[in-house]
């Protein structure tokens, strides 16, 4: 079946502009998380929602970051005012629910702002 | 978030098993063992997890220390497209994120 989903693969934004960044994750899956790898960096957990509940945001470096979750399904990370340590390939991963069970990562946005 | 300690980097031969150690002395009863792979230009793939007993699927085993203090993701014969970073991740049961540590990174050789 179709695996995680990312749009766009590559985005180039001039500092101080806001970006959306998209998510489809596998159909049926209750869990998603958003993760960032800048580059020579390691991945770095953003953000996660499970279900209804309220999602967990203990990642997000700073309140221009931002997520939502629209009907259970789609999730978009949107970025305000960017900066140039903002640059990072985004990617995001969804699982049938929390773990144990795995998760399924998308192809990743990269995103660089000039 | 219990850590867990890997080499930086391992090399192997092609065809031959490789054996990818991971300490993880500060692990509580819940924390399941997760591994992952990112190969290059790509995003991170699951590789096996368990919690107390061995596991073994199509890709490679997990072996548990009894203590549970450290694991050992085995790749019974390697190619040259298992070269990637191998990441030992521990996550509590009806966790969620993914605490990824700096990875080992496994080179192959023809």
């Known amino acids: 079946g179709a695996g995680v989903s990312q749009s766009p693969s590559n985005k180039v934004t001039e500092k101080g502009k806001d970006v959306e960044l998209r998510c489809d994750p596998i159909?049926?899956?209750?869990?998603l998380y958003w993760y960032r790898q800048s580059l020579g960096q390691g991945l770095e957990f953003l953000i996660y929602?499970?279900?209804?509940?309220?999602?967990?945001k203990s990642g997000l470096p700073s309140d221009r970051f931002s997520a939502e979750r629209t009907g259970g399904s789609v999730s978009t990370l949107t970025i305000q005012r960017t900066q140039q340590e903002d640059s990072a390939v985004y990617l995001c991963?969804?699982?049938?629910?929390?773990?144990?069970?795995?998760?399924?990562f998308g192809p990743g946005t990269r995103l660089t702002v000039t | 978030d219990a850590k867990t300690t890997q080499p930086n980097s391992m090399e192997s031969n092609e065809e031959e098993p490789v054996h990818l150690p991971c300490n993880h002395s500060?692990?509580?009863?819940?924390?399941?063992i997760h591994w992952y792979r990112q190969l290059p230009s790509q995003g991170p793939e699951y590789v096996i997890h368990?919690?107390?007993s061995n596991v073994n699927n199509r890709m490679a085993s997990l072996a548990i220390a009894e203590d549970r203090k450290s694991s050992t993701l085995i790749l019974h014969r390697a190619t040259l497209r298992d070269a990637a970073v191998y990441y030992c991740?521990?996550?509590?049961?009806?966790?969620?994120?993914?605490?990824f540590g700096q990875g080992t990174e496994l080179s192959v050789k023809p």
């Open positions: 991963a969804s699982s049938l629910g929390p773990a144990p069970y795995e998760q399924y």
């Open positions: 929602f499970q279900g209804n509940s309220a999602p967990d």
């Open positions: 991740i521990l996550s509590p049961n009806q966790g969620g994120k993914l605490i």
């Open positions: 159909s049926g899956h209750t869990a």
């Open positions: 368990g919690l107390t």
């Open positions: 500060t692990i509580s009863g819940t924390d399941y």
